[in-house]
């Protein structure tokens, strides 16, 4: 666009770029390029609305919404975006309303069938949502993104996992590009107890996406599942050869390499690669206090776990009992038995029959000792 500015195709590429990235301002500046281009379609005004609704700029949202259907009252463009401003401001009802015209203006339209679902998910209509999702089918029955919405809305909503695992296989065999569809598939699979079916999906998807970072992201948390650490390590390892500064994936290694006793240094810088990445993760930051643990960096390891604890409480997240033991352990190598014996004991309490309780129970009959 620099060597030819009235290219809309490459404005129209910068604008998907710019939502993928989630830069609204990008989204703002690039849907105004369209806007000039093409004053008489909708386009424009709605992208430019949708980056206002995800700043929360509602006024200037509205204003481009109603341009953008004004300008083509029979395109579902400014009726998405007039559903999604209203879903932003919480008002579900007129939300509904607006997907639901989207959706009788184009009945293909993937946005307006999410949006009238979620609207209904909001004010608590579970089968409602199923039931339009399932009309909608009816009446388009070679829509694969329809079948997703379906598949997920019945797994994370309504937790039907056969139900969710027929539509979202459904959905995969409709429409290949989507490797959406084949994340959820072995999420279900997962959640059902099936995990070498979910390992054969995502191997299976893999062959079709081999640069899809995420089926490497799944594939090792479901060989950690199993306690399966070279698996989980490899799984990985391939994911920060597709992206090397990932930060949940160099996470994810340092604890593999933790569990299994490997480098204990390369597993530190991992975890502290991590840590810059996700500073709000109590999960890293458990991680790395636990690296400085075995390496006998005990002061180190208490300011990193301590920090871990504070990040689940501001999560809300429920108590986790590994942080708590993992601490103890550091206030007793440190010499703070006190403090050991009260984060120990609150192991037990938490989860009295884990295995991290019967560990904090033999710790505590060490420190009495």
Known sequence: VRLRPEMLEGWQSLTSSAMRKGDMQGLDQDATRIINLRPASPEGYALRALSNINRQRFAEAETDVRKAIDIAPQSSFGYVQMG?????????????????????????????LRGLMNSCIAQKQLERALAIAEAQISKVPNNGAFYDLLGSALFYSKHDLPA??????????????????LIKLGQVQAAAGKTDQAIATYRMALQVYPREINFYLLLGEIYESKQDWPNAGDSYQKALVLAPENSVASGKLANVMLQSGQNLDVALSLA???????????????????????????????DSLQEALKLEQKMKSPDNPKTHFHLGMAYAKNGQSALARQQLQLVVKISPNSADAADARKQLAQIKS
């Open 84 to 112: 999604n401003l209203k879903f932003a401001e919480h008002q579900y009802g007129d939300a509904a309303k607006a997907y639901q015209t989207a959706l009788d203006l184009n009945q293909n339209s993937t946005d307006a």
């Open 164 to 181: 969710a695992e027929s539509a979202l296989k459904k959905s995969a065999e409709l429409d290949r590009k989507n490797p959406d569809a």
């Open 272 to 302: 502290q690669t991590a840590r810059r990445g996700l500073p709000a993760s109590p999960a890293i930051a458990d991680t790395l206090g636990w690296i400085y643990y075995q390496k006998g960096a005990y002061l180190s390891a208490i």
